[in-house]
């Protein structure tokens, strides 16, 4: 066992905001493993179960708590798993119904059990507040979950897998725009002081990189990019995580590298349905080929996409199926194609469903016709946004509703354009790349399948104002490093 160092302890009093670890310095669990109350052959299983649910393959994870659940019945920490690995705190979407169905079931049968173990105890409450009823939708849920998770790291403060999730739990409910950033370096802070002490521990270092998954803290997440993988060679996710950062700081070869190791993966591990990391490295690598000019490569990989047809239905999948296309055409200018898509997206997705990826088709075509001319067909277009951005709002899909606002203004800016009208353009494409800059992109993309900021540089050289348009382009390279067609256009 190793003690927590001064500068460690202070951190995680700051982090979680407590009184309670002024007692002399606690030891933080330094074994092979979580030390459950279980038998021997179930804390194994559960084990390999926690790494996963680490790595967030929750798919595998589930299926590891179960083996230590048949090992031992009465192993509590084995529900605990299967609870945990069926809601996902920093992915976008909701649980299926099915999940839900698994993961209730598991709370419910928590609720007989008991332990003598205080930090099971306080992992089990943590769990089971997500479940709890009468909770006002998923991110009630999630912040319940939170603060239960970050009260069980204050009561055992001995405990680093604790102490990851707690992480975890503030990035899950840290607020949007510019106060996420001051909570994801505090929450950086601890994890990089948690890293000091386990180096190899993937929670740690899968949640370093979420912290650090935005501009101003990317070079903070470099060195665990650079090391993520090898902590879980054969983990899909884990061989995707680092490219969040890669994409952060424009290294196009090491992203494309590590998505195609973890597209392999995915397939090679798929069953029944192909896991939902494939769809989401594929379009990783799109946007990567993309920026490094490889058209071909880029198309190819689109095409192998949509040839196959047992993909696993969710937002994630959507997206991937969604944007991939669209960005074939959007980053090479190709207005017209792009207004001639057809409505008939990938038939494996119900996409009545996922309102906010349908979004960008639209998008597409709508800015495709505008920019082609066909004023029509792009007012066409802003009405189908502005009907899906009313059933996102319905949802509470809060931020992809904003981030449709500053869509519907970009197509009737380029409208206005087209009409003749460049004040009313200017203001509501700049309007569009303010919006766009103060929500950021979610993690589920490698970009917006073209940035609002750099469409106004675009906007400007039209108009020949050429010191203004170069100025946007630079603003864009700011945020999106290395980006081609802003790089192009500043040459």
Request: charged content about 20%; hydrophobic content about 45%.
């Amino acid at each position: 066992m190793q003690h927590l160092h001064r500068k460690t302890r202070a951190t995680l009093v700051a982090f979680l905001g407590t009184a309670c670890l002024v007692a002399p310095a606690p030891t933080v669990a330094m074994g092979p493993g979580f030390q459950t109350s279980c038998t021997q052959e179930a804390n194994q299983a559960f084990n390999d179960g926690l790494s996963l649910l680490h790595n967030m393959m929750y798919v595998q994870a589930e299926a590891a708590f179960n083996q230590a659940a048949e090992a031992d019945p009465s192993c509590i920490m084995a529900q605990w798993g299967i609870a945990m690995a069926n809601f996902h705190p920093l992915w976008p979407g909701t649980p299926s119904e099915a999940e839900t169905e698994r993961g209730t079931a598991a709370a419910e049968k928590l609720a007989s059990m008991t332990t003598d173990s205080a930090l099971e105890e306080a992992l089990v409450a943590a769990a089971a507040a997500f479940y709890a009823p009468g909770q006002d939708g998923y991110r009630a849920q999630i912040s319940a979950w939170a603060e239960a998770q970050i009260a069980a790291a204050e009561e055992n403060p001995e405990n680093i897998d604790s102490a990851a999730f707690a992480a975890l739990a503030r990035l899950a409910t840290a607020p949007r725009g510019p106060d996420r950033i001051e909570v994801n370096a505090q929450v950086g802070d601890t994890l990089d002081a948690l890293h000091q002490l386990q180096p190899d521990h993937p929670g740690i270092i899968h949640y370093a990189i979420h912290a650090f998954d935005n501009p101003p803290l990317k070079e903070r997440g470099r060195p665990y990019a650079e090391i993520y993988d090898k902590t879980a060679p054969n983990a899909p996710h884990a061989l995707h995580m680092p490219a969040h950062i890669f994409t952060r700081t424009g290294d196009w070869e090491k992203s494309i590298d590590l998505n195609r190791r973890s597209a392999r993966a995915a397939l090679e591990q798929s069953g029944d349905t192909i896991q939902i990391h494939y769809a989401h490295a594929i379009d990783y690598m799109v946007y990567g080929h993309l920026q490094l000019g490889e058209y071909d490569e880029a198309a190819r990989l689109v095409d192998e996409i949509n040839a196959i047809d047992n993909h696993q239905v969710s937002f994630v999948t959507a997206y991937a199926l969604a944007a991939a296309p669209v960005r074939l055409l959007l980053e090479r200018d190709m207005w017209a194609e792009a207004a001639a898509l057809s409505p008939d997206l990938h038939p494996t997705i119900p996409w009545e469903e996922f309102p906010q990826t349908f979004v960008m088709l639209w998008f597409a075509k709508g800015l495709g016709a505008a920019r082609s001319g066909d004023v029509a067909a792009a007012q066409t277009a802003v009405a189908e946004l502005k009907a899906l951005h009313d059933a996102m709002k319905e949802r509470g899909q809060d931020y992809w509703a904003k981030l449709t606002e500053g869509q519907i203004l970009t197509v009737e800016a380029w409208i206005a354009l087209a009409e003749g009208d460049e004040e009313v353009a200017l203001i509501q494409q700049s309007a569009a790349a303010d919006l766009e800059d103060e929500i950021g992109k979610s993690p589920v993309t490698p970009g917006h399948v073209l940035p609002a900021r750099e469409l106004l540089g675009d906007m400007l050289a039209q108009m020949n104002r050429k010191d203004e348009a170069a100025d946007a382009y630079r603003a864009t390279l700011l945020l999106s490093p290395n980006r081609a067609r802003s790089a192009a256009a500043l040459e």
